[in-house]
């Protein structure tokens, strides 16, 4: 009954700007931490941001000074600001989040993940 919903992926050339989105429901107790992965075919899944419950953010080296991550607390929300866009950046990008759920012997940690969206970035 967890579910993260990405949007805001699309085309556009490079130079320009996306910013994506990823909206958590469910039984959430509290958010640990969440984050953005992109993959391209045939290649490795790779972390783009993080974002953690106390709001520090990591970022990978090939999208520091151009993605910012931030969240919504109250929305349960993400989303990953893309300037100055690169063809290299072109990938399926997927919500990740390390989310506490409410069960009825306890609370426990689980991995969600989102069903992606493109973004593609044209020369």
């Known amino acids: 009954q967890v579910r993260l919903v990405e949007s805001g992926g699309g085309l556009v050339q490079a130079g320009g700007s996306l910013r994506l989105s990823c909206a958590a429901s469910g039984s959430i107790f509290s958010i640990d931490a969440m984050g953005w992965y992109r993959q391209d075919p045939g290649k490795q899944r790779e972390l783009v941001a993080t974002i953690d419950s106390g709001g520090m953010t990591k970022y990978a080296d090939s999208v520091k000074g151009r993605f910012t991550i931030s969240r919504d607390n109250a929305k349960n929300t993400v989303y990953l600001q893309m300037n100055s866009l690169k063809p290299e950046d072109t990938g399926v990008y997927y919500c990740?989040?390390?989310?506490?759920?409410?069960?009825?012997?306890?609370?426990?940690?689980?991995?969600?993940w989102g069903q992606g969206t493109q973004v593609t970035v044209s020369s």
């Open positions: 990740y989040g390390d989310l506490k759920i409410a069960e009825p012997w306890g609370r426990r940690n689980y991995d969600y």
